[in-house]
């Protein structure tokens, strides 16, 4: 596919061939892509002058900002390797992450060092502030202007859901990869722009990066998620496409009210997991162009997303994989027949060749001929069209029978005056496990537990039906907006939302 397995370095090639486009917008500050590879030339030389080399390994810590932008093109110049950190992550946790990644240097800023001071015990080089950087002189060096496609860009590690983070190997050959089938099927248009208020150190918001100089498009930068700003950004035409989860697309919906999208936006992406059927037929009948996927740190973001041409008739489907990927389920018998529910695997050239230092987890993970076996429960249809139903982890075993959550969560929201809706399952004496739901209802709403328990009851099997329910105010959620039912879990555990 490429000469000798190597990549130009994408944003030298750009910079190159569309100078002069826009490459980066943020509040009112504008880089085309001349400017951008300028300042990230003057930044690798300050990051080399601090002692950062080709082949060090560099732990990321940054808000959505451009200067993250900037430092992570700047470290693909320098020949490093980038450990990308959630900033939501208590200090515990961002160490084990430093440790484990055996990372030589921090990149960060002065709010989140003196938020997470201990972190700086465990960085055995450089710890460099973004704002110091601008003070620091500059050294040259030999630019990377070409990629090998199986040298490591990023480790970015997984939510440890199921035990520890493990740290994903993401080659530039899986970012391409990605970034090459997302085209093949979204298409390019020569106005596209792509709103970015996924963080950048997540899968979804990095892919986006790569995907702006592969394509020559700009990329929408938001700091935060602002469903009020973002809406006057997408009705205004300002963007063709947004990446977003669910919790995103209930938000930005309920504050469109009864306006309507600039015709320019052809694309929500929708990813993080099944989405409420109720939610896309109301984006359906408001003309809101949703276009499900799947995917997930391991396969460098989506791996199936539901092509436009379908996007309407198979609604509740995360679509075929993408042109250089394959999907399969597999049950304990074997190789699923259609509409038969098991685990969903995966191959194709955007899936992680392992996780670090984890060989047990590579065994169990990875088979001998390159697939991988993600977790996830789903089918496949007669025509071959994903449906994600669950994480394999969040699977709710009661009484013998198989409960998955996200069945629940979909009727529950189904209910107008609910907001957002996560059903888990906790141990019982008598059935194993229960289910409990927790629900945030929409604002100048009130919902009784009777009339969510009575709509369970007509639409559900008596063992799914929750044994309790819990109203709060809001979800605890990952920085990529997923919910995070192992965090409600433990809280109903401890007692800590009363009995």
């Not at 992570?72 to 990308?84: F, I, K, P, S």
């Not at 899968?203 to 700003?229: C, H, N, Q, T, W």
């Not at 973001?301 to 489907?317: A, H, M, N, R, W």
């Not at 529950?412 to 399952?425: K, T």
């Amino acid at each position: 596919m490429f000469s000798e397995q190597m990549i130009p370095n994408w944003l030298l090639k750009r910079a190159f061939l569309t100078p002069d486009r826009i490459a980066l917008m943020f509040y009112n500050e504008k880089w085309t892509f001349k400017q951008l590879k300028e300042e990230v030339e003057s930044t690798a030389k300050k990051l080399h002058f601090c002692g950062i080399e080709k082949g060090n390994r560099v732990a990321v810590l940054l808000n959505n900002h451009p200067k993250m932008v900037i430092i992570l093109h700047a470290l693909q110049l320098l020949g490093c390797e980038a450990v990308l950190l959630n900033i939501r992550l208590q200090e515990q946790e961002l160490v084990f992450q430093i440790k484990d990644s055996e990372v030589r240097h921090l990149i960060t800023e002065n709010e989140l060092l003196l938020e997470k001071k201990e972190i700086q015990l465990h960085i055995p080089n450089v710890i460099l502030s973004i704002e110091q950087l601008e003070e620091i002189a500059e050294k040259d060096f030999e630019y990377v202007t070409e990629f090998h496609i199986n040298d490591i860009c990023t480790i970015m590690y997984t939510s440890g859901t199921t035990g520890f983070p493990k740290g994903v190997l993401q080659t530039y050959g899986n970012h391409w990869s990605s970034a090459i089938g997302n085209v093949l099927n979204l298409g390019l248009q020569e106005n596209d722009a792509w709103l970015t208020a996924v963080p950048l150190f997540h899968i979804s918001g990095f892919s986006i990066l790569v995907r702006s100089v592969l394509y020559g498009m700009p990329v929408i930068l938001y700091d935060k998620f602002d469903e009020a700003r973002i809406n006057e950004d997408l009705i205004s035409g300002k963007a063709t496409i947004m990446s977003v989860v669910t919790t995103m697309l209930q938000r930005l919906v309920n504050n469109l009210g009864d306006r309507s999208y600039h015709p320019s936006l052809r694309c929500f992406l929708l990813g993080g997991g099944p989405a409420p059927v109720s939610l896309l037929e109301i984006c359906k009948s408001k003309g809101i162009p949703v276009f499900q996927s799947y995917g997930m740190t391991e396969t460098s973001s989506q791996i199936v997303t539901l092509s436009p041409e379908d996007s309407l008739e198979k609604i509740g489907s995360a679509g075929k994989p993408l042109f250089f990927s394959q999907v399969k389920i597999v049950t304990e018998e074997g190789l699923a027949e259609p509409q038969e529910i098991g685990e969903i695997v995966v191959k194709g050239p955007n899936v992680t060749k392992g996780y670090y230092k984890r060989e047990e987890a590579n065994e169990k993970s990875f088979s001998k001929d390159g697939w991988f076996y993600t977790g996830d429960v789903g089918y496949l249809d007669e025509e071959g069209f994903l449906f994600v139903i669950d994480r394999r982890s969040d699977l709710i075993i009661s009484g013998g029978e198989n409960i998955y959550p996200a069945e629940i969560e979909n009727v529950i929201l189904s209910h107008p005056g609910i907001l957002e809706a996560a059903v888990v399952g906790i141990s019982d004496e008598k059935w194993g496990q229960v289910p409990y739901a927790f629900f945030v209802e929409k604002n100048g709403w009130h919902v009784s537990e009777l009339e969510l328990q009575k709509l369970c009851e007509e639409q559900l099997a008596k063992y799914k039906v929750p044994k309790r329910w819990i109203q709060t105010s809001e979800l605890p959620k990952t920085a990529s907006n997923k919910v995070m039912r192992r965090r409600l879990r433990e809280l109903v555990e401890k007692n800590e939302w009363g009995n």
